[in-house]
């Protein structure tokens, strides 16, 4: 069985652009979630999916957002970037409360 | 809110020592508790989980873990480390009362570097 997989592995973009980073979740997952592992300030909550629907997020301004398709797989925006966006970007999936959420190999994004 | 501390930063041991990485997390009614370990330019790997029952479980690689209520910790150990250990570990708590989500809030980890 396939797990969690993103795309794409490593993304070098300029300030100011904007970054899309995708997440298949694994088959049959309907909950999709985003974290960013930045240097200095461990694992943080991003967002929530579910069943297309963000549920809940984390405390980070607006311009990072998402959504989920009919498919249960997510995207990941972040829009005028800044340095300090730079950091890697871990997508996680689960099927019910309790049984742990199953990470992705993560997305490296560079700022420059 | 929920929040975990792992109290070590950085953990050297020698190969075939054992080790304990500790965890305490915030007081809650009832949590979820989770250790996840992390190698290098890789993602998150779950290694054992607390959910209720036994206090003391069991994960991959001859981890395990004890749950004390009491002291509100989590911590992890294994008997006898290997070279492959080395990475980076994190604790993880998620609550069961945030309406079917498995938002999970981390400890800052801690990095496990087993020498020869």
């Known amino acids: 069985e396939a797990g969690v997989t993103q795309s794409p592995t490593h993304l070098i973009k300029t300030r100011g652009q904007q970054a899309t980073l995708r997440c298949s979740p694994i088959?049959?997952?309907?909950?999709v979630y985003w974290y960013q592992q930045a240097l200095g300030l461990g694992l943080q909550f991003l967002l929530w999916?579910?069943?297309?629907?963000?549920?809940n997020r984390g405390n980070f301004p607006p311009r990072f957002s998402g959504r989920q398709f009919p498919n249960y797989s997510s995207e990941l925006n972040v829009n005028a970037l800044e340095l300090e966006d730079s950091a890697l970007y871990l997508c996680?999936?689960?099927?019910?409360?309790?049984?742990?959420?199953?990470f992705g190999q993560g997305t490296r994004l560079t700022v420059v | 809110a929920q929040s975990v501390t792992q109290l070590d930063s950085q953990v050297p041991v020698f190969e075939e020592a054992p080790v304990e990485l500790r965890c305490n997390y915030s007081?809650?009614?009832?949590?979820?508790l989770f250790w996840y370990v992390q190698y290098p330019n890789q993602g998150l790997q779950l290694l054992l989980k607390?959910?209720?029952?036994?206090?003391l479980v069991k994960g991959i690689n001859g981890f395990e873990a004890e749950f004390n209520k009491s002291q509100t910790s989590f911590h992890l150990r294994k008997p006898s480390v290997h070279i492959s250990d080395t990475a980076e570990y994190f604790c993880?708590?998620?609550?069961?009362?945030?309406?079917?989500?498995?938002?999970?809030?981390f400890g800052k980890g801690t990095k496990l570097t087993v020498n020869p």
């Open positions: 996680a999936s689960s099927l019910a409360v309790g049984l742990g959420a199953f």
């Open positions: 088959s049959g997952h309907t909950s």
């Open positions: 999916y579910d069943e297309g629907e963000e549920r």
């Open positions: 007081s809650s009614v009832s949590v979820y």
């Open positions: 607390y959910l209720s029952g036994s206090t």
């Open positions: 993880a708590v998620s609550d069961p009362d945030q309406g079917g989500s498995e938002k999970l809030v």
